[in-house]
């Protein structure tokens, strides 16, 4: 359901498009690109009018979705920064996006950030944010194109096993069924997934192939987790599918993601008079009810144990974060293992999932929080942070690194990960470094791992009932390195953070479970995050938080703009001939040498993948591709057939 205000002549204006409800075409009516378009067209600023004045706002949570509808109000919605507020429980911007410590007591991160080119939100707003380390005039997205242009990113140990050899992963590794598997998913309905899981769905064999290993620990998906959120996922980087082996399809900021996001946009925002209210835990929403219609009245917030209530007015507007995925993180150290302080089942009234469960008590317009927060076995894992000088680890690091940790260039290009660890764990060293005033003789290192309930190879306990010295010790373990580890733990500091809703908006879902961005019948009231309901864009990435707040701005404020589907990199012929390939092993797919003698020698020849060299000319190659489609009488009609039968059943799942 796409967002939408009123607009003239009776015809609602849609805000949060959908490219893939209905055939776009020209035609008189259609005075916008195409819903999933982006590029110098889509940077009209709209006129706000009187909509605005005398509005205040208030945003519940300081994360990057709370920033961005902050950014969004000003720069798009023409609104005062004095009277826009932002009210954080924590004593820090960011949310998520965390980055602290020093090189004596260790730094920590709780997570990373990988992207990718067609970010569009993302690249939309920081094109507007001034640079930290720039003159005057350059962006954060100048920054990040001169940091990224000049240091191409790959790996050259994706994946390893047997203590520290380096696994083959230059092909997915996927059998014909296996492939077809994939291709059945992409071509089956989002509204035929509610509730089924990715191991209801794949074949066993299939979540052991170096695909899913990849895929896993990229995305962290586990295999009891939404079927629905990676299909979502396919689709949105299709385009980097053949880049997902080597992850030469990414890209990464300079510094952690506090430091490259956070930093300057929340300098941008204090210029401009926004106001931020820490440790103000808002927790409910006073709502006044007329019919269908819900307008926000006022805020129940606590702050300091003390219970308050701000007072909003009908044209006052409120934007609030549902749920949180690093809510209840419990720490550790070297010497000390996490104690998790949260219920399996209910993480009580006094955390930030409060507010969704109160919004939902309300109205089954607010969703279903209990299904993404109801269960923290299965949305738990346990991230590390390990503060380097030189030690046996970091001359591992180097024999396994594109370029020399301490370069300033690219390292491991991305986590490597132990396909035959028993927690499925992953390593990487990012840019250094990694923090602004980082000593130079310090590395900063992040390690995660996916399953919490396992005991380790080496160390045979769980992940969370490690120590960082005991998980430093099956890290070694796993680099080869085991017999090495009191001299790598003399030079290194850990720091843990459990975490256990770190992937809660993957949990199964069915529709009606996340509320949208704007729920019906709210007249001043927006949601954003990872647990609202867009039309096609995924969760877990900075991208779709800022694109939640940015909808959520431009409804409530009336703003006659349009946030763009995501990319339409998926429709692209390019891109669904080299993932054809790449789902292939990186072998031409069945026909593709056809394809080859048809158009290569037209001006569409540049759209297909090269083929590799192969003896005799061009034609008797073709004759082979045919043979192998066809192969005997025998096998053709089986072929057909079977193609007929996987049809047929597509066809009956559809009913």
Known sequence: MAEAIPGKEGHDFVVETDASAAYWHNRPTNT??????????????????????????????????????AFYMIRDGGMNGQDITILDALDVEGGSLDGAGNPEDGYIIRGGREMNWNYDNLWDMFQDVQALELPEGYSVLDEYRLVNDHDPNYSKARLMHEQGQIRDFSNFGLTKSQQWELIRLLLKRKEDLDDITIEQYFSPEFLETNFWFFWRSMFAFENWQSLLEMKLYMHRFLDAIDGLADMSALVFPKYNQYDSFVRPLVNHLMARGVTVRFGVRAYDLAMSVDGNARTVTGIHVKTKGEEDVIPVESRDVVFALTGSMTEGTAYGDMDQAPILERGRHDPGQDSDWALWKNLAEKSPVFGNPAKFYGDIDKS????????????????????????DPYSGKTVTGGIITFTDSNWVLSVTCNRQPHFPEQPQDVLVLWAYALLMDKDGNHVRKPMPACTGREILSELCYHLGIAD??????????????????????????????????????????????????????????????????????????????????????????????????????????????LLHRLLGKTYYAHILPPLPALEGPSREAAQLDLRHLLGRRRHALSAIGESFEHIRGYLKSQK
């Open 32 to 69: 916008l690109p195409p819903p999933d378009m982006m590029g110098a067209y889509m940077r009209n600023r709209p006129v706000p009018g009187p909509r605005v004045e005398g509005r205040k706002a208030w945003i519940i949570g300081g994360g990057i979705a709370g920033l961005a509808a």
């Open 380 to 403: 738990m894992w346990e991230s590390v942070t390990l503060t380097c000088k030189p030690s046996p680890l970091v001359e591992r690091l180097k024999e396994l690194a594109v370029n």
């Open 484 to 593: 090495q580890c009191e001299a790598v733990a003399a030079n290194t500091k850990v720091r843990l953070a459990l975490m256990p809703y770190i992937t809660a908006m993957f949990m199964p879902r069915a529709a009606g479970d996340r509320p949208h961005v704007v729920p019906k019948g709210c007249t001043n009231l927006g949601l954003m995050g990872q647990f609202v309901e867009t039309s096609n864009d995924i969760i877990f990435t900075i991208d779709s938080s800022i694109r939640t707040a940015r909808v959520a701005v431009y409804t409530l404020l009336g703003l006659h703009k349009q946030v763009p589907d995501i990319s339409p990199v998926q429709y692209d012929i390019r891109n669904l001939l080299k993932a054809a390939r790449a789902l292939n092993n990186n072998l031409p797919f069945p026909g593709e040498r």
